[in-house]
């Protein structure tokens, strides 16, 4: 009969031990007796079961991280990619969460995975990549569509990486190398453009100043020799050397004028030279004397010359 009695203590210790649970503060416990389950969940704390009548389950309300495994797709644009996801959620209300749905964490997982295929398949390639802000927002709005029913709130989903192909990545890095070029050359287009319009005021600056223009060269002498080279350039300005060549044209001008008007007043006085010169040029011509009569070719004979005593007796 003792020992009767001690097996029935035993007997009641272990079934007071097995109706004795606690409820974590994370958790809420749902009830189920005689299959029923009860109308609400049992909060944190301390909880007694009926022996052999009660059983609980415990459901986690923490905030749940959900990996999405990768997936195939093609875009709308016709670009095969492999985009996977994560995907955060939390139990709202623990009965539908247990009840409504056999096992709520990999009904999520399949529905994550279908709507990340339909959504890759809506969207087109600069979206995925730049534009995800709007594509998460689609996922969000596709998975709360059934995750209501089930007790189950989405906090948020997020596309974490998308895989692209080698030819593709290669296209797209061209067409970067392009774009920086063209940029590179609008700015280099750019900055000539202002150059040249400052160098024209500059220009026009040392055109009115001309001792500018000496200063700036040897300002440039000046640059080059702080570098203390062996050999020294000297530019020498085409804008000097015009300058030069109007000085040389200025001096030839006024250096020319005293000679043109002495040659003016020896042209006035030579027809009075010419008219002096007029009658000795006569007075020569008529003391020139007659040129002797030609000989008659026929006369024969030796020539008679005539004795000059004659015509002085």
Do not use: C
């Amino acid at each position: 009969m003792a020992a009767l009695w001690v097996i029935l203590a035993i007997a009641a210790v272990l079934g007071l031990f097995s109706s004795f649970r606690v409820v974590k503060q994370y958790e809420r416990g749902v009830i189920y007796r005689f299959g029923r389950v009860s109308s609400l969940p049992k909060e944190p704390g301390p909880r007694m079961l009926v022996p052999f009548v009660d059983r609980m389950t415990k459901v986690n309300m923490q905030v749940v991280t959900l990996p999405v495994p990768s997936q195939d797709g093609i875009t709308r644009d016709n670009v095969s990619v492999r985009v996977d996801a994560v995907l955060y959620f939390r139990v709202v209300d623990p009965i539908r969460a247990t009840v409504d749905v056999q096992n709520y964490e990999f009904a999520m997982l399949q529905v994550a995975q279908t709507s990340l295929r339909s959504i890759i398949g809506k969207s087109e390639l600069d979206d995925l990549l730049s534009g995800r802000e709007r594509l998460h927002e689609g996922l969000e709005l596709m998975l709360s569509t059934p995750a209501t029913g089930w007790g189950v709130h989405i906090d948020r989903v997020e596309i974490k990486d998308v895989a692209l192909p080698e030819s593709m990545k290669r296209s797209m890095a061209r067409q970067a190398e392009a774009d920086r070029e063209r940029r590179a050359r609008i700015i280099t287009a750019d900055g000539e453009l202002q150059a040249s319009q400052k160098l024209s005021e500059a220009a026009r600056t040392m055109d009115a100043n001309p001792s500018a223009l000496q200063l700036r060269l040897l300002q440039t002498v000046v640059e080059v020799a702080a570098e203390k080279n062996s050999t020294l350039v000297m530019p020498f300005p085409v804008e000097m050397l015009r300058f030069f060549d109007r000085a040389a044209a200025h001096g030839a001008t006024g250096a020319g004028d005293p000679p043109a008007e002495g040659a003016k007043a020896d042209g006035a006085k030579a027809p009075a030279t010419d008219e002096l010169a007029a009658p000795e040029t006569q007075s020569a011509v008529e003391a020139a004397p007659e040129e002797p009569p030609a000989l008659d070719q026929k006369q024969t004979g030796p020539l008679q010359i005539p004795d000059p005593r004659s015509s002085e007796e």
